[in-house]
């Protein structure tokens, strides 16, 4: 019993984790229709600025986080400017060429300045602790994923569904001439939906450190992982997005538990079963 309990709570982690992380390149994918490949590299940024912030300046994790968030996203504006609104109307082929390359171009910025180790964000005592659930105990910093990534999905669907934005943004993408011709300044729209899908990837960085370690191959070593959870979910979802993280976050989770010499195996079959009875993914919309 304490076995399953220690799978199920470490798998809700985990789950949350790649959410808080995914839910961005979800929200770009579906919404805004670009492949960004890039968008593990800025998870990546955010978790080399909290480890700066943390190591080097001594700075608490909640500064951390936020600076992680916010220089993050000051660093992908300029990039969204020059280069990401030149592929918004463009081919699959081109946003991926243009978004791989911004990735090698990250890593090897990254490879040069910081070196190839891994780095490390401390965390604070109250989150280092464990915390006594009366059935068990688990680590404060688990706590806290759960909580950041339910407070990110509610979060979102609201000012997705309920927000004056939301409206904008869903006009913007379902007919951008149209929203135009009535008001609607999409290059504002997709900046804004940009910088919160960035923010969001750094802010997953950073708190999901313990699960995906910040290293300088980071976005190409997750790569496929992000773009695993999006195609499962379906592209656009929150509900979905969520559902698909927790899926597979608790199958992978247990078959490492479990048969750890089997590695992803098991992760990867259940994609591969999903996406066949699901070709939109768990929740995706028809084009």
């Known amino acids: ?39 593990g590299a800025f998870a990546m940024i955010g978790g080399y600025i909290a480890s700066y912030a943390a190591r080097d300046l001594g700075l608490g994790y ?24 030149r592929i918004y109307d463009r081919s699959e082929l081109s946003q991926v060429l243009m978004t791989i390359g911004i990735t ?7 490879n040069y300045f910081f070196g190839p180790t891994l780095k490390t964000i401390p965390l604070p005592p109250e989150l280092a602790r464990p915390i006594d659930l009366g ?39 379902e007919n951008a001439p149209m929203a135009r011709a009535l ?23 950073v708190v999901g450190a313990e699960f995906l370690p910040i290293e300088p191959y980071y976005a190409l070593r997750y790569m496929v992982t992000f773009l695993v959870v999006v195609s499962v979910g379906g592209a656009g979802s929150i509900p979905g997005a969520l559902a698909a993280c927790l899926l597979l976050g608790a199958i992978d989770v247990t078959g490492r538990y479990l048969v750890p ?23 995706g919309r028809a084009q």
């Open 1 to 39: 019993m304490q076995t399953a309990l220690s799978i199920a709570m470490d798998a809700f982690a985990y789950g949350m984790a790649l959410f808080i992380i995914c839910i961005g390149l979800s929200l770009t994918m579906g919404l805004m229709r670009v492949v960004n490949l890039a968008h």
């Open 62 to 85: 909640g500064f951390g986080i936020l600076l992680a968030m916010v220089g993050t996203v000051l660093l992908a504006i300029p990039l969204e400017r020059l280069l990401y609104r």
């Open 183 to 205: 008001g609607v300044r999409t290059e504002i729209i997709y900046a804004a939906s940009f910088a919160l899908a960035i923010g969001l990837a750094a802010f997953g960085g």
């Open 104 to 110: 090698f171009c990250v890593i090897g910025i990254t």
């Open 135 to 173: 059935f068990r105990s688990i680590a404060g910093h688990r706590l806290f994923v759960i909580a950041s990534g339910l407070v990110v999905a509610g979060g979102l669907w609201f000012l997705i569904e309920r927000t004056g934005f939301g409206i904008h943004l869903r006009a913007a993408v």
């Open 261 to 283: 010499d089997f590695g992803n195996f098991f992760f990867y079959l259940a994609v591969i079963l999903v996406v066949c009875t699901f070709p939109r993914g768990l929740m």
